[in-house]
């Protein structure tokens, strides 16, 4: 093995869970792996057993739903604990099993919803939410409603007792989805789509309410040690609504920038939260969260390493990562964690073949997005 890579074998910890190398499977929405009542079907649990079997320190789930009643996605969709928990917990539970068996650490990631940026396909009977009332981004005729005041408080508790659940599960942690990628979570949290006069809405701290009262009711159904990292967009990268900007250039920010990026991090560290799970983009720039072959290598770890200045707890990163980038930032202390997704789609077994010195015999991602966004 390449040398220059050790620094991701050297083990960390979030809050009290101590993980034994710093790479990490990213989550995925690999939609379709559960049946209708919300649960993950075996072929599912399969999919995460083999890239634990591929030596990563962490997986992070694809998105699942903690409630579907307000944003009702189409039947076998995406997890749910809240559907069905008997059953969730009893599939969930062999998942973590099996996982734990290679000494890989799990966490569940738990949604409140996409928001805007749902794909229509994906939303039952028209019932599209956001902050405040929107066009749909994929589709400007779909009008989204705005939430009530009462509605997002029910999600709120949606979050605690699905992870409740998840802690059941033997899941070793949470990722709220996600103050990141124009999901429903980061609508709220921007002054451009969040016009709200309620207490979810207003200054930054009124935007970010939402994703603060989640962590404090984690919390107060699952413990102060139960680890609950954010997946978190530094910066929007929006020129105008579906208009995202390139690198390089220059452009007006009406989504998030970097210094209120940085203002919310802090807030939201303060908050509770264990980690931040950082990129950047929105599905108006989408091309930054999950970068095609057209953006340059290590496209967010720059601005994601400048959070490191301004918090206290674990920041990794994702976003088209070389391993010599990763290894090396980790050993300077600029990051602590490198998240990879698209390579254990592409061979689960990829990690295992660069320990091994095999890196020829590596099926690659080659970020063409046709073999998984697309599909």
Known sequence: MNLAYEPLFTPFSIRNTRIKNRYFMAAMGTVTHNDEDGAYLPDAVDYFVRRAAGGVGLIITGANWVD??????????????????GKYIKAARELTDRVHAFDTKIFVQLTAGLGRSAMPAMIHDRKFVAPSTISNRWNPRIECRELTTEEV??????????????KKCGYDGVEVHAVHEGYLLDCFAMSLFNKRTDKYGGDLNGRLRFAIEIVQKIK??????????????????????????????????????????????????????????????????????????????????????????????????????????????????????????????????????????????????ILCHNGCFNM
């Open 68 to 85: 579907n009643n307000i944003e009702v996605h189409s039947p076998g969709s995406f997890p749910c604990p809240t559907i069905c928990p």
């Open 153 to 166: 408080e029910r999600l709120v508790e949606q979050f605690g007792v699905s992870a409740a659940i998840a």
């Open 220 to 365: 107060q159904y699952c413990g102060e040690d139960f680890p609950v990292i954010l997946r978190f967009s530094l910066k929007s990268y929006i020129k105008d609504l579906r208009q995202g900007a390139v690198p390089g250039e220059t452009f007006t920010e009406l989504g998030r920038d970097t210094d209120e990026g940085l203002q919310a991090a802090r807030i939201l560290v303060d908050a509770g939260y264990d980690a931040l799970d950082v990129d950047a983009g929105t599905y108006d720039s989408w091309y930054w969260a999950h970068p095609p072959v057209y953006m340059p290598e290590n496209c967010n770890l720059a601005e994601v390493e400048h959070i490191k200045n301004f918090v206290d707890i674990p920041v990794v990163c994702a976003g088209r990562m070389t391993l010599e980038a990763a290894a090396k930032s980790i050993a300077e202390g600029r990051l602590d964690g490198a998240g990879f997704a698209r390579n254990f789609l592409a061979d689960p077994e990829w990690f295992t073949k660069v320990i091994e010195d095999r890196e020829d015999d590596i099926r690659p991602c």
